[in-house]
């Protein structure tokens, strides 16, 4: 998982993060600053996944939102 996002593109998208993942706090979404490796720690944290489920979470979203990014 090598899918980190510009800064820029991050502040598109950040919306969109807290939509699919309704638990997650400005706090946690500031603390990715477009990092899918911090994102998926944060879903790990927050949702009881496995690393392999939150990495697969975290590129599905990339992938989905490709177009923003």
């Known amino acids: 998982?090598?899918?980190?996002?510009?800064?820029?593109?991050?502040?598109?998208?950040?919306?969109?993060?807290?939509?699919?993942?309704?638990?997650?706090?400005?706090?946690?979404v500031a603390q990715v600053q477009g990092s899918a490796q911090k994102l998926a720690g944060i879903l790990q944290e927050k949702y009881g996944r496995t690393k392999e489920e939150a990495e697969k979470q975290v590129n599905d979203f990339w992938s989905r939102h490709n177009n923003d990014l």
């Open 1 to 28: 998982m090598n899918k980190d996002i510009a800064a820029g593109k991050w502040e598109q998208v950040k919306g969109s993060v807290k939509q699919t993942w309704g638990e997650l706090t400005d706090d946690d």
